[in-house]
């Protein structure tokens, strides 16, 4: 069986309609629809005449709660398919796209995502401010979260899963976006991005508000604590900006007390603040990972962030040289390339003890 779930919140208006089209889109499928409700208006009372009406129907209504992502993860604890699917009840999310979701599922997909933003999807239903918050939520999304950086729309609210995805997870959303939650703690292998567009809203009027943006930011927050890989890479990218101002620091105190060769306050400041790097990677960003003796640790870190520098430098002549990019945009790009690679490098060979249950082979 195929449940749809639907989070309504005063939608009295679209419920009927969406339930119409569904049917229509779904002839001769095995699906159910479960509308979660925490509407305030008379959704509930249109809902019950639904339910006495078809027996594919079936609703919740949450009292003094509200929040999408925890309508959906309760719709999910409540269905009765193996396959879910979750979409709005205002029908921005065309239901003629379920019947193509269900095929990715069918030819072997985990997860498929019904994608504004593949080629053939467009998002021309959203305002130009609904458009530049979905694109700086995305933006936030994929820098904060790697899990996220393939995904081409993952603040779709319209996607289909095999239940085994989310079977045994523990989903603690906050907010609107569920996608991102399942897609960080989930449980998926091959996952497919389907072509749709966004429609404008029929009826009704959006939830749409600060409050769900601050809440989305919680959730992201959240989800890098929960996710140790994501969250070392934020601990070593902090160690590195407080590096930036202890290298500044010591340059200045080496040129005026000591070293009157600006090159040779450069490169002291520079080996110390290699040193002072390393030690609080090692007892703040890898601590649970260190193997061996610190001074083998510590040269093979010195010799990953000696490459660095090449990598930003190789970099920065490439782009500024070649390409003729500005200078400060290219040796911004530099210092990005260098962080990734002093990361990466590191994690693969300074630091190569996995945590417990972390598989080694996608340190």
């Known amino acids: 069986m195929l449940t749809i779930v639907i989070p309504t919140y005063n939608e009295q208006r679209n419920v009927v309609r969406v339930a119409e089209r569904i049917g229509r889109a779904l002839a001769g499928v095995n699906y159910e629809i479960l509308f979660v409700d925490d509407s305030t208006d008379g959704t509930p009372k249109v809902l019950a005449g639904l339910c006495r009406t078809n027996r594919r129907i079936r609703f919740i209504h949450r009292l ?64 130009p401010l609904r458009r530049l918050i979905s694109g ?3 933006l936030i999304g994929r820098l904060a979260l790697k899990r996220l950086r393939r995904i081409k729309d993952p603040m779709s609210g319209f996607f289909m899963l095999k239940r085994k995805v989310i079977a045994g997870v523990d989903l603690q959303p906050v907010g609107w976006k ?95 603040t290699m040193g002072v ?24 870190f010195y010799l990953c962030c000696s490459l660095g520098v090449l990598v930003n430098v190789a970099v920065l002549a490439a782009l500024h040289g070649l390409l003729r990019l500005p200078g400060t945009a290219a040796d911004a790009a530099g210092i990005l390339a260098a962080t990734l690679w002093n990361y990466h490098a590191n994690s693969r060979w300074t630091w190569t003890a996995p945590l417990p249950g972390e598989n080694p082979d996608r340190v």
């Open 277 to 300: 790097n390393f030690l609080l990677n090692d007892h703040f960003t890898w601590n649970c990972r260190r193997e061996g003796h610190a001074w083998t640790r510590a040269l093979k």
């Open 136 to 138: 700086t939520a995305g």
């Open 178 to 272: 569920i996608l991102v939650e399942i897609l960080v703690r989930g449980r998926y292998g091959r996952l497919a991005e389907v072509p749709y567009t966004f429609h404008k809203r029929e009826a009704e009027t959006s939830k749409m508000c600060i409050g769900e943006q601050w809440n989305y930011l919680r959730h992201i927050l959240r989800l890098v604590l929960a996710s140790p890989e994501d969250l070392r890479f934020w601990k070593f990218c902090l160690v590195g900006a407080g590096g930036v101002a202890v290298n500044m620091l010591l340059f200045i105190i080496f040129s005026r007390f000591v070293f009157p060769d600006p090159v040779r306050s450069a490169l002291s400041a520079a080996m110390l």
């Open 64 to 127: 003094g709660q509200r929040g999408l992502a925890t309508a959906v993860a309760a719709g999910f604890a409540a269905a009765r398919g193996d396959v879910l699917a979750v979409m709005d009840a205002d029908l921005q999310h065309p239901p003629e796209m379920l019947p193509v979701l269900l095929r990715y599922i069918r030819e072997g997909c985990d997860l498929a995502i019904a994608s504004r933003f593949v080629p053939g999807g467009s998002d021309g239903g959203l305002t």
